[in-house]
Every structure is written in C-alpha cells, then in structure tokens.
C-alpha cells in the first residue's frame, strides 16, 4: 500500500511539543527516511537534537534555522522576514518531493503574527506529495489546522520547574 502521508499537529501549553516532533524525525530517519526540519522563531544557537542529528544523520536529515531568537530581544521586522524566509524554504522543500516527513516547529506563531495565512498555510499542505508527512508544533494551533491534520496532540502543563525557578537546562531545554 502506498504511504499515506499525514498531517500531525504537537500543540498546547505543556512542554514536549518540540521534543516529539524531533522524537518522531529520529524515528523516521531510523528507517531509513528523508526528513528535512525547519525551526521558526528559534534562534541560532546549537541545539542538542541538531547536534545530535548532525552527528548521526548528516545526509539524511536537514535542518534549517529560520529564527532570529527571543521576539522581544528583536525588533519584530526583523523577525518576521527570518519567519517569511522560512515559510518560502518551508514551500520549496514540501512540493520537492524529495522528502519522506517535514517537521515545520512552531509554525502556528505564524498565522498569529500575521505573517502567513491559515489559508495560505493549508493550500501548501493540500499540494504535497501524498508520501509525504508532515509535523507541526506550536501552542495555540488555529482551528482550520486542526480540522485538517490526521493526528493532533495537545500537550497540557501539569508542573514545570519554570514556576520553581529553575531556568533552563542543558540537554533539557536545549
Ligand atoms: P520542548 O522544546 O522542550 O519540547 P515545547 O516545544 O513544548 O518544549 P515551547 O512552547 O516551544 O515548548 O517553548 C519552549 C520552551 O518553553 C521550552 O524550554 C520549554 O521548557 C518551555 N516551556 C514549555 N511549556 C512551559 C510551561 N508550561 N511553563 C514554562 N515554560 C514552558
Ligand atoms: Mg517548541
């Protein structure tokens, strides 16, 4: 049967978004798929996972930066034309056909930033090759994403060591 590529939406309030999209791109890459990741938003700074994808799956998984950081260290032009960038290589690389799964993390601020359209967002995904599945993180995933995807999880804050005052961790945050 041919692969049914899906839509998969990590969203909420709670922490683990980001880390299970990055969870399931390591499952992907383990058998033997072409997986490209986008970050919006993010700054430039060396993550774990890309060091960790960079070391074991060089050709296999891309990742590409499309961030400049913390918004309110930035001004917000700035901003939105590294988020803007991001969204035409996140155009490319889905009608590419030259990928097995795309992870587009935190892409939901784009449509509240009013940077992209939800739209504009679901005309993209409804051209993309059928093999090819697609991850989404962000908090506050609109209503037309969700109708759309396959599979949606929301991530609901039980405690984070954020509200004992512990900042963030290496290997944990980053
Ligand atoms: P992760 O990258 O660890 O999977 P995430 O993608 O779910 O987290 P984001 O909304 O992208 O979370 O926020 C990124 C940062 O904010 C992370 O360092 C995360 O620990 C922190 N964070 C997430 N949820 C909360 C929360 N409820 N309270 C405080 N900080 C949070
Ligand atoms: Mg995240």
Same mark, same amino acid.
């Given at each position: 049967?041919?692969?049914?590529?899906?839509?998969?939406?990590?969203? !909420?309030? !709670?922490? !683990?978004?980001?880390?299970?999209? #990055?969870?399931?791109?390591?499952?992907?890459?383990?058998?033997?798929?072409?997986?490209?990741?986008?970050?919006?938003?993010?700054?430039?700074?060396?993550?774990?996972?890309?060091?960790?994808?960079?070391?074991?799956? +060089?050709?296999?998984?891309?990742?590409?930066?499309?961030?400049? !950081?913390?918004?309110?260290?930035?001004?917000?032009?700035?901003?939105?034309?590294?988020?803007?960038?991001?969204?035409?290589?996140?155009?490319?690389?889905?009608?590419?056909? $030259?990928? =097995?799964?795309?992870?587009?993390?935190?892409?939901?601020?784009?449509?509240? #930033?009013?940077?992209?359209?939800?739209?504009?967002?679901? =005309?993209? #995904?409804?051209?993309? +090759?059928?093999?090819?599945?697609?991850?989404?993180?962000?908090?506050? $995933?609109?209503?037309?994403?969700?109708?759309?995807?396959?599979?949606?999880?929301?991530?609901?804050?039980?405690?984070? +060591?954020?509200?004992?005052?512990?900042?963030?961790?290496?290997?944990?945050? #980053?």
């Amino acid at each position: 049967m041919a692969t049914q590529g899906l839509v998969i939406i990590n969203t !909420g309030h !709670g922490k !683990g978004k980001t880390t299970a999209a #990055f969870g399931q791109a390591l499952r992907a890459a383990g058998q033997g798929m072409k997986v490209c990741i986008i970050q919006f938003i993010k700054g430039q700074g060396k993550t774990g996972e890309a060091l960790a994808f960079a070391a074991a799956f +060089p050709e296999q998984v891309e990742l590409h930066l499309a961030g400049t !950081g913390f918004t309110w260290q930035q001004d917000m032009e700035t901003v939105k034309a590294a988020a803007l960038a991001g969204w035409q290589l996140a155009g490319e690389k889905i009608l590419s056909d $030259a990928y =097995d799964l795309i992870v587009l993390d935190e892409l939901t601020y784009l449509i509240g #930033f009013g940077i992209v359209s939800e739209e504009e967002i679901l =005309d993209l #995904f409804r051209q993309r +090759p059928q093999r090819l599945h697609l991850v989404i993180t962000g908090r506050d $995933a609109s209503s037309g994403l969700i109708e759309y995807a396959d599979l949606v999880t929301e991530m609901h804050a039980l405690k984070h +060591p954020y509200q004992k005052g512990i900042k963030a961790q290496k290997g944990i945050e #980053f």
